[in-house]
């Protein structure tokens, strides 16, 4: 039985250069949720897929950050011109849906902006 | 503005005793709240919830308290074990645009001493 899985674990890149990480949710899961959990802090809302709708993109920091999700399944979080305060580490979660909250999360990727 | 505060951010404890972790909201139409477990280098995992029609909800060793009127949670952990030892956030969620996405608190780092 698979769980939330991410890749890469870990990343370091340059300052300016793109990134995309990766998120295979939980098979049958409908809904799937990107966060980010910066130094000390909490798990910051990023963006939100549910099925076929229009997601949830109101936690995006700004327009460098996109995410896609192909065929209800994987989801590729893309950031664009990364900057080093976009050093967190980003988790991807998976749930039933909506009326589930109990969120399933991956291990997480671990980026690191030089 | 933090909507979910976890205002202590660790918490030591010996083993065999009670842990008490407090979470607080400021968001009346937050209706479900949930708490999660956190290990080094791994994803959150989820641990126990409460509805809002709730005032407790009991799970083995974990209880959680929900206070409406104070708006105030808290993770109980009776007896605490060394393996207790993880980051635990709170959670809290409510209709926003017909999803329900959480939004989490900081965290309280607790350690548990044989």
């Known amino acids: 039985g698979a769980g939330v899985s991410q890749s890469p674990s870990n990343k370091v890149t340059e300052k300016g250069k793109d990134v995309e990480l990766r998120c295979d949710p939980i098979s049958g899961h409908t809904a799937l949720y990107w966060y980010r959990q910066s130094l000390g802090q909490g798990l910051e809302f990023l963006i939100y897929?549910?099925?076929?709708?229009?997601?949830?993109k109101s936690g995006l920091p700004s327009d460098r950050f996109s995410a896609e999700r192909t065929g209800g399944s994987v989801s590729t979080l893309t950031i664009q011109r990364t900057q080093q305060e976009d050093s967190a580490v980003y988790l991807c979660a998976s749930s039933l849906g909506t009326s589930a909250y109990e969120q399933y999360f991956g291990p997480g990727t671990r980026l690191t902006v030089t | 503005d933090q909507q979910v505060k976890q205002n202590s951010p660790s918490l030591s404890v010996q083993e065999g005793r009670i842990s008490i972790l407090n979470c607080d909201y400021t968001?009346?139409?937050?209706?479900?709240f949930l708490w999660y477990k956190k290990y080094p280098a791994e994803g959150p995992t989820f641990l126990i919830s409460?509805?809002?029609?709730?005032d407790k909800n009991e799970d083995g060793r974990f209880t959680v308290f929900l206070n409406k009127s104070a708006k105030h949670l808290s993770l109980h952990i009776v007896p605490s074990q060394p393996g207790d030892s993880a980051v635990y956030f709170c959670a809290a969620s409510g209709r926003t645009g017909g999803s329900y996405i959480p939004t989490f608190g900081r965290g309280t780092s607790l350690i548990v001493h044989p």
């Open positions: 409460i509805s809002s029609i709730k």
């Open positions: 968001n009346s139409m937050f209706d479900y």
């Open positions: 897929f549910q099925g076929n709708s229009a997601p949830d």
